[in-house]
């Protein structure tokens, strides 16, 4: 029998209620980026009103790994090796295109070990929102240095690390990724205006979300750290996403002040601009701002770069309509002739 609170919460259109796009209790430590991105992951959803069945949850191995865990526990997923996430999920999503893939990996898993396979799903733009949880460091294994770790930076027990960061965002332009975006988990409007807008993207969206380690990398010096993030976060632009189902009506905005990139499916990221002059569809632009963010060692988040032109994974392969997993017995298997035929041609 319901309980008073489950009669009276508010429910989405599906008739769920945000409790429903919950998970299992986190087992990360107190204070830790990663719930609060798990937070905005189960927002989003009941907001969006996304049937839990329609997503499937992907991850590696790490501490970030373990989020999906910690979010719609009626949705399927799949905790792959590590590094290799992103070679299971471009078979899950070309298995069936209409599923909405939620991956989450972190530094150390799409940085190193799975670079190779990050950049190839970037490249051939499997559907899906890429999520790094990014904190500079192997959490799960006790606190070694990462691939995104900052150059000089020390740490107790890993000592100095030598050398320079990888940009996980320019690495995901350079692959040709059409949706590429920075965040801070301490920041939940915009990662939530992110992840919206992410789960409408055509193709691959890569979300460098930057996590603190509250246990071994969130000291003042760390670009990781909470207080670096807070006290340095540079915002490109602020962000608001407007569903398709929603009228979409523009305010009176000054000139140059205001821009909207239209998603395939008719849903819209409005950005209202704060550094006047940045043009987030200009690959050369996105790339020469992050260079420069890495020389002076600012933390600039938002909608990094966008093209919506390039088609995905599946639609190259065309299967807009067909559903692979779908396929019947007889539609998979030839006829007992024709395999007679093939082995008589061999004789």
């Known amino acids: 029998m319901a309980t008073q609170t489950q009669r009276t919460a508010k429910t989405n259109s599906l008739g769920l209620t945000q409790a429903d796009y919950k998970g299992r209790p986190s087992t990360l430590c107190a204070g830790c980026g990663h719930d609060s991105i798990s937070s905005q992951i189960i927002s989003v959803a009941y907001e969006l009103n996304i049937r839990p069945n329609e997503i499937i949850k992907l991850s590696g191995i790490g501490c970030s790994s373990k989020s999906p865990a910690y979010f719609l526990g ?6 792959a090796l590590h590094g290799r996430m992103p070679s299971v999920a471009s078979g899950a999503l070309m298995g069936n295109h209409t599923l909405r893939g939620i991956g989450v990996s972190g530094d150390g898993d799409t940085g190193s070990i799975g670079m190779g ?15 790094v949880e990014n904190n500079g460091v192997y959490g799960l294994t006790k606190g070694q240095f ?24 320019a690495e995901a332009i350079q692959a040709g990724c059409g949706f590429v975006a920075r965040s ?17 993207h055509r193709g691959t969206a890569v979300l460098d ?45 000054a000139p140059g002040e205001s821009k909207e990139i239209a998603l395939h499916d008719g849903s819209v990221i409005r950005l209202h601009k704060l550094e006047a002059e940045y043009d987030p569809t200009n690959r050369i632009e996105a790339l020469s701002r992050l260079y420069q963010a890495e020389q002076k060692r600012e ?12 088609p995905s994974f599946a639609e190259v392969n065309g299967l807009e309509q067909q559903v692979l997993s779908h396929l019947t017995d007889e539609q998979l298997r030839p006829p007992a002739a024709a395999l007679s035929e093939i082995m008589e041609s061999m004789m």
């Open 74 to 79: 009626m949705s399927h997923g799949f905790n």
């Open 117 to 131: 396979q990050f950049k190839h799903l970037c490249r051939r733009n499997v559907r899906m929102v890429y999520i």
């Open 146 to 169: 990462s691939a995104t770790a900052d150059e000089g930076q020390k740490l107790k027990y890993a000592g100095t690390n030598y050398f320079p960061p990888m940009d996980l965002c």
């Open 184 to 200: 801070f988990s301490g920041d939940p409007k915009q990662v939530r205006a992110l992840l919206s807008a992410a789960l409408n």
């Open 209 to 253: 979300i930057i996590s603190p380690c509250v246990t071994f990398n969130n000291h003042d010096e760390s670009t990781k750290s909470y207080s670096y993030g807070k006290e340095h976060e540079i915002q490109l632009h602020e962000l608001d996403f407007v569903p398709k189902q929603e009228e979409i009506i523009i305010e009176d905005y």
């Open 299 to 310: 933390f600039i988040t938002g909608l990094i770069y966008f093209n919506g032109d390039r």
